[in-house]
């Protein structure tokens, strides 16, 4: 994992991604972020997007769902291969005309895994899949570090 190159990435798709009029997001804290934020586990492996709300149909953001640079599991490969995990169908053609093209400025692909076939609004509690993998990585990385 290159985490300069990660972190130099993610500030010029987030620079990208809001020129388009995308939000970026923490879903777990359920707030919005002016850039790019570090995980302990992911670094900066990825970014999370939402658009920013539409009066008529909610007065919160709704979550798209994580743009990832470089996760095996989730088979985004440096360089090669982006991984959009999607979430809310109705997401899926908003992804299709402005993110794919953000993706192909960069060379890269993308893949769209949609995961949740319902919109999530920012602040909504979120089942993620892999949480008790995260937490458990957590756990190791502490138990590492002390």
């Given amino acids: 994992m290159d985490k300069d190159r990660n972190k130099r990435l993610a500030y010029k798709v987030s620079h990208d991604l809001k020129e388009a009029g995308y939000i970026l997001v923490h879903m777990l804290r359920?707030?919005?972020?002016?850039?790019?934020?570090?995980?302990?586990?992911?670094?900066?492996?990825?970014?999370?997007?939402?658009?920013?709300?539409?009066?008529?149909?909610?007065?919160?953001?709704?979550?798209?769902?994580?743009?990832?640079?470089?996760?095996?599991?989730?088979?985004?490969?440096p360089e090669k291969r982006w991984v959009f995990d999607v979430y809310g169908g109705e997401s899926l053609s908003i992804i299709q005309k402005s993110i794919v093209p953000i993706a192909a400025k960069y060379g890269m692909a993308l893949e769209m895994v949609l995961v949740q076939e319902e919109r999530i609004l920012l602040g909504d509690s979120i089942d993620l899949k892999f949480l008790t993998v995260v937490r458990s990585a957590i756990q190791e990385f502490k138990g590492q570090n002390q």
């Fill in 30 to 77: 359920g707030n919005v972020l002016e850039n790019p934020c570090s995980s302990p586990v992911y670094g900066y492996d990825g970014i999370e997007i939402a658009r920013p709300p539409m009066l008529r149909k909610s007065f919160q953001p709704v979550y798209l769902g994580q743009l990832w640079f470089e996760n095996e599991p989730r088979r985004a490969v």
